[in-house]
């Protein structure tokens, strides 16, 4: 059914599952469902320094507004097609092209090269540019990013310590991994920081300071302000590497899977990039306009991945009824993304690769309003809708109009 609960290893899940159970929950009862279940959470406890960061602290939590208010602006700001960042994002593109076409019709394996262009573009936010693979900075976020991601799955590496914390005083394995992993952070940390000096000491004098560094340093100095260096450091390594890096580059790498298999759809995309932009000059980004059948396809990429299967799990503050059903305050609520974008009742076809359902009969992208892009949640909706979400597709417009540029 649309509701209903499970209990695996001793938690209680509540899944929701149809589109008006999700839409209730995170919109219509937004306020009321914008909290995460933090309890038996031993091994994001740890990694996120008690939950400072704005992934999983409480909406209720002053800082948690705090936080993204200060991301959210940077990334608007980074997003907005400024001179100097789009040059630099389509650096990162061009080397990224340079590197498939290297391969001279050689098959290979892109997730790698895939991987850290999304790293670098998460770099070049934080830090205003981006950095070679053999650099300390880099692969120490690279270091902490894919440890993050083993060890904070919900059934990844060391569920028992979320149990039985006290495991980890008799030599329990994931839990020495974790503290590496968190002098892996601290070491990091600092690194940053002298990154963020030497990049104060580049910047011109009349060069508007696009770092997001600098927008939480700023917000540290500002008097009352309760925020402290945890805080900034849990949400550097969690909300903006962790949270941004994974998510697109996995999306990525499963489109190079999916196109493969799809030529009617890359003679498509190829045809309007090339009546758009042609061959003499790189993607910008507004061509996005222009360019309705790539669009159409970013969203059904989003919907046919469902890279975030379950989202990220939510909790009541209070009792609250969702289609009918008591959902009680304090429970894990998922919400069961996969199931909204494949269901069989709404979509035709689901389980095909089908860019056309976001267009109209003109070809041009269907409104906002339109059925099937309200069914369509890969980010999540109401207060805690993905922080990245105009970026992340920003990412994705780049790379995949690019590649049809040139292959
Ligand atoms: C394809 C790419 C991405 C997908 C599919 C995705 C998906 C999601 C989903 C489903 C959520 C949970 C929303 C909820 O709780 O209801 C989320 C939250 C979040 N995402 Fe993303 N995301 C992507 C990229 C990014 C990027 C690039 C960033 C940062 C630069 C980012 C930062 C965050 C943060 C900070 C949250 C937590 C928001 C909060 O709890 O208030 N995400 N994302």
Redesign the pocket.
Known sequence: GPVFSVKMLHKQFVVLSSFDAIYEA?VKKGKSFSG?PNKNCFRVDEVTDHFR?????Q?TDPL?KKL?MI?HKK?KMYDTGMERIERISKDMIENLLKEFQSKSQRSFNPKICIYNTVMNT?LC?LLGRTFSTNEEIFKKMVQFEQGGATVMAHAGRGVELDLCPWLRFFGNKTYEFICHLLEVRNQLWELIKVEASLGDQMLKEDEEDVRLVSALRDALKENGSELSEKHLRAHVMV??SF???A??SN?LHMYLNIISKHPRVQEKLQAEVDRVVGLQRMVSLSDKGEMPYTQATILEL?RFTS??PM??P?MPYEDTVIQGKTVPAGSAVL?N?YHLHHDEDFWDDPFDFLPERFLDADGELVSASHPNRRHL?????????????V???T??FFVIASLAQMF
């Not at 960061?53 to 602290?57: D, G, Q």
């Open positions: 995170l995460r960061n704005i992934l999983r602290s909406a948690w993204r991301a990334i998460i936010l909300d903006i949270a941004g890096t998510t697109t999306t989003l890279v975030v989202g990220v939510h919400m993304m949640m890969p980010f999540g909706a109401g207060p805690r809708v993905c922080l990245g979400e970026l992340a597709k990412r994705l």
